[in-house]
């Protein structure tokens, strides 16, 4: 198979489930080496998932490395070329599904020794500190704005001459993962950050799907949240870059 921009995205995307739900999955289940260590290693590991994603997109074909419909719908307001979604956005989900069964498989042994139903929900899909949706809403919504503005601001950066501030494009992914792990540690706290509809749920119809040990629900009736609330703040933020941009 040649490298293309869909397996690009595809790939891209199972890396960053693989390693982002991995290090979740590392801190909440029992008897990791990792367990209990906390939300600064959930989040570094988050960031560092989001540079090695974009790395291994851009190796398989995707210059873009999207790996988040966010990304991919903000980018096409802003730019009024829609040609990419129809490709991008089932790659996307696809590889999100693919790298939550690696996760699943990886800490096979590890599913039996936790008890409790939340913590394994927890390695697929998001959940709120408090469920009360309008604010969950909100706080993705503000979330996926900002990764956006940061996104293209990293993405100007590159643009620029380096004499004047700007930076080399190669070094953006370290930028991007140093962002999203920025984010996780402001505005984290509140719904889990899914701030991507596919890390959500991709992973959300896995835990359905497979046969956890004793998983409890998949959560559905907040499902929509982090899927819902993303798409309109990448929709939001396209439509404002628009305005200083073209």
Same mark, same amino acid.
């Given at each position: 198979?040649?490298?293309?921009?869909?397996?690009?995205?595809?790939?891209?995307?199972?890396?960053?489930?693989?390693?982002?739900?991995?290090?979740?999955?590392?801190?909440?289940? $029992? $008897?990791? $080496?990792?367990?209990?260590?906390?939300?600064?290693?959930?989040?570094?590991?988050?960031?560092?998932?989001?540079?090695?994603?974009?790395?291994?997109?851009?190796?398989?074909?995707?210059?873009?490395?999207?790996?988040?419909?966010?990304?991919?719908?903000?980018?096409?307001?802003?730019?009024?070329?829609?040609?990419?979604?129809?490709?991008?956005?089932?790659?996307?989900?696809?590889?999100?599904?693919?790298?939550?069964?690696?996760?699943?498989?990886?800490?096979?042994?590890?599913?039996?020794?936790?008890?409790?139903?939340?913590? $394994?929900?927890?390695?697929?899909?998001?959940?709120?500190?408090?469920?009360?949706?309008?604010?969950?809403?909100?706080?993705?919504?503000?979330?996926?704005?900002?990764?956006?503005?940061?996104?293209?601001?990293?993405?100007?950066?590159?643009?620029?001459?380096?004499?004047?501030?700007?930076?080399?494009?190669?070094?953006?992914?370290?930028?991007?993962?140093?962002?999203?792990?920025?984010?996780?540690?402001?505005?984290?706290?509140?719904?889990?950050?899914?701030?991507?509809?596919?890390?959500?749920?991709?992973?959300?119809?896995?835990?359905?799907?497979?046969?956890?040990?004793?998983?409890?629900?998949?959560?559905?009736?907040?499902?929509?949240?982090?899927?819902?609330?993303?798409?309109?703040?990448?929709?939001?933020?396209?439509?404002?870059?628009?305005?200083?941009?073209?």
């Amino acid at each position: 198979m040649q490298p293309s921009p869909f397996l690009g995205e595809l790939v891209g995307t199972m890396v960053l489930i693989l390693l982002g739900n991995g290090v979740v999955a590392n801190v909440v289940l $029992k $008897k990791t $080496k990792g367990e209990s260590a906390g939300w600064i290693v959930i989040t570094a590991g988050w960031g560092f998932a989001v540079m090695i994603g974009i790395f291994t997109a851009n190796a398989f074909g995707s210059a873009a490395a999207h790996l988040n419909p966010a990304v991919t719908i903000a980018f096409a307001v802003l730019r009024k070329d829609y040609s990419l979604i129809a490709s991008y956005i089932p790659a996307q989900l696809i590889g999100a599904f693919f790298g939550a069964v690696l996760v699943w498989l990886q800490y096979f042994p590890h599913w039996r020794a936790t008890e409790d139903k939340g913590s $394994k929900l927890a390695c697929f899909a998001t959940n709120p500190a408090i469920r009360t949706a309008p604010y969950n809403f909100l706080s993705e919504f503000i979330a996926t704005f900002l990764l956006i503005v940061g996104v293209v601001a990293i993405g100007y950066a590159g643009t620029s001459d380096p004499e004047r501030g700007g930076i080399p494009s190669g070094i953006s992914p370290y930028l991007v993962g140093m962002l999203v792990w920025s984010i996780g540690l402001s505005l984290g706290g509140t719904t889990g950050y899914a701030i991507n509809p596919v890390r959500d749920l991709g992973p959300r119809l896995a835990h359905a799907i497979l046969p956890v040990h004793d998983k409890g629900s998949s959560e559905w009736e907040y499902g929509w949240v982090p899927v819902v609330a993303p798409v309109l703040g990448a929709i939001a933020s396209g439509l404002v870059l628009r305005f200083f941009y073209f």
